[in-house]
């Protein structure tokens, strides 16, 4: 665990540095943000019992850059450095460092001219917990369009792959004979939209919605009836000595979000968002969280 705690600091101080160039490149803009979460379902478990809430901090450091590929088409490339710490479920906290890249086109001129887009990432995990550690991946389509000044929306389709570093079937081959090691591998696909409409000069409301089909991971106590309906399992102590992770495939989850912008400065905002997931898994194993995030962002 010490060798853990020292990379997760050795990712807060690259967070730290990221912003550093922009100062001598122009075109490179970077943005902080610092935040905190409050899950009443961090491990996406059905019965009560098993279900764990708790509250991280959070920090993210960032930089991107934009140019000109095409009339009315420009690109984007950047870095972004993660940490995640939770208060109570260490093994959980994490930090991350990914890169990513996205192209978008303006079909026409003007404020209101609707728009397209295509964005891609990818992102090592490291966790406190080794069966935690993964690179994670998404590509996304979407395509929106400015109503008014104050009303901007957009919809799109959503790809994400997680691949899961260390497989627990190496280590302990006779646990669980047929069952996949690597729980924390999953993929999935969803419809999303997007609403945002500014209040005046300072506030603004944020909407979203989202339908996602796939895998999901449940972390619980020992269960038959969801270890029948899993497909990979592995210890998580991240979530207790005695919680298993399985891997549940044919999940569908419904997102529901809502929150607040408001400026406190020309570069600075405070966000609040709540969110509602509704996971519901073949074989009666449904569960549902809900994330409270608030987050200080400042754009350079």
């Not at 853990?4 to 730290?16: E, F, I, Q």
């Not at 909407?207 to 106590?221: C, E, K, M, N, Y």
């Not at 999940?251 to 709540?274: H, N, V």
Request: hydrophobic share 40%.
């Amino acid at each position: 665990m010490a060798g853990k705690g020292g990379k997760l600091r050795a990712v807060c101080v690259l967070s730290a540095a990221l912003a550093l160039p922009c100062g001598a490149h122009a075109q490179w803009t970077a943005q902080y943000e610092l935040g905190l979460v409050h899950d009443t379902n961090l491990s996406r478990a059905q019965s009560p019992e098993d279900q764990i809430k708790d509250t991280a901090v959070t920090a993210r450091a960032a930089i991107a850059r934009a140019f000109p590929i095409a009339d009315y088409a420009d690109a984007t490339v950047g870095v972004d450095a993660r940490l995640t710490r939770y208060r109570a479920s260490h093994g959980a906290s994490f930090a991350s460092l990914g890169v990513n890249a996205g192209a978008r086109r303006k079909l026409g001129l003007g404020l209101t001219a609707p728009w397209i887009a295509v964005d891609g990432s990818a992102a090592y995990e490291d966790a406190r917990e080794d069966i935690r550690d993964g690179m994670r991946y998404a590509v996304s389509f979407s395509a929106g369009k400015r109503f008014s000044p104050n009303l901007d929306a957009s919809v799109g389709f959503a790809y994400d792959r997680r691949v899961q570093r260390k497989s627990y079937a190496e280590e302990d081959e006779d646990e669980a004979p047929g069952y996949g090691g690597k729980p924390f591998s999953v993929q999935g696909r969803s419809l999303f939209a997007r609403v945002n409409y500014t209040l005046g000069e300072r506030a603004g409301l944020i909407g979203a919605a989202a339908l996602r089909h796939g895998d999901v991971v449940s972390s619980t106590r020992r269960n038959f009836v969801i270890f029948s309906g899993s497909n990979a399992i592995a210890d998580d102590p991240a979530m207790g000595p005695d919680f298993i992770a399985y891997r549940l495939s044919g999940a569908s989850t419904r997102t529901l979000t809502g929150g607040i912008s408001w400026s406190l400065a020309s570069r600075t905002a405070l966000e609040a968002t709540l969110t509602k997931d509704d996971t519901t898994v073949p074989g009666g194993l449904d569960y549902s969280a809900v994330i409270f995030v608030l987050t200080l962002i400042h754009r350079q």
